[in-house]
């Protein structure tokens, strides 16, 4: 157990509507950052809020969005689904600022099916 | 980030050693070799992590060779629940700098009884 949680576990989406990912961090963790895994692949970078600021995106395209709260906590946004976005959504948090090596600890993951 | 370099698969018995190595031979001075797992449809998991020096905790240790250019993770006496894909990244350590992880494919370690 990391003290990382993601909500909801699992979700059905159709093509064309929007969904939002949530994360809440472990305690102590200033920074999130999200990823995208596809079926028998790696997870792939998305974005990195720390301090509520998007710290580095990945190659996705800007209808993946985020939201980094007060508390650390954060969301994912993702508008006009398409059916290649059905994957397992992680998010990790880490201590960031001065040590952005810090280790990342991540949640257990929403799995997101879009028919 | 620097890539690397994994066998596809190993397996490996009960009880036994799990030797996984991993190639990394453009890694630079200011990256560190970090290894996670992930067991099927769960979230990765943090193992280890090394600059220059072995290291070792309670799940693993991590041996570097001295140029840098490869390690091992090794699993001393495997289990079934270590049955997983396994993760070998290399990852900046500048201030500053993305700090995020880049996967590959990783190495599935099956661990027979």
């Known amino acids: 157990e990391t003290g990382v949680t993601q909500s909801p576990t699992h979700l059905i989406k159709t093509r064309g509507q929007q969904v939002t990912l949530r994360c809440s961090s472990q305690?102590?963790?200033?920074?999130v950052s999200w990823y995208q895994q596809a079926l028998g692949q790696g997870p792939q970078f998305i974005f990195q809020y720390y301090r509520e600021e998007e710290n580095g995106r990945g190659n996705f395209p800007p209808r993946f969005s985020g939201l980094q709260f007060p508390n650390y906590s954060s969301e994912l946004n993702v508008n006009a689904l398409e059916l290649d976005d059905s994957a397992l959504y992680l998010c990790?948090?880490?201590?960031?600022?001065?040590?952005?090596?810090?280790?990342?600890?991540f949640g257990p993951g929403t799995r997101l099916l879009v028919l | 980030d620097a890539k690397t370099t994994q066998p596809t698969s190993m397996d490996c018995a009960e009880g036994r050693a799990a030797n996984l190595p991993c190639n990394h031979s453009t890694i630079s001075g200011n990256e560190y070799v970090y290894w996670y797992r992930q067991i099927h449809s769960q979230g990765p998991q943090y193992i280890i992590h090394g600059l220059k020096n072995n290291e070792t905790n309670e799940m693993a240790s991590l041996i570097i060779t001295e140029d840098r250019k490869s390690s091992t993770l090794i699993l001393p006496h495997a289990t079934l629940r270590d049955t997983a894909v396994y993760y070998c990244?290399?990852?900046?350590?500048?201030?500053?700098?993305?700090?995020?992880?880049?996967f590959g494919k990783g190495i599935t370690l099956s661990v027979r009884p």
């Open positions: 305690s102590g963790h200033n920074t």
């Open positions: 990790a948090s880490s201590l960031g600022g001065a040590a952005p090596w810090e280790t990342q600890y």
């Open positions: 990244i290399v990852r900046s350590r500048i201030t500053g700098a993305n700090s995020k992880l880049t």
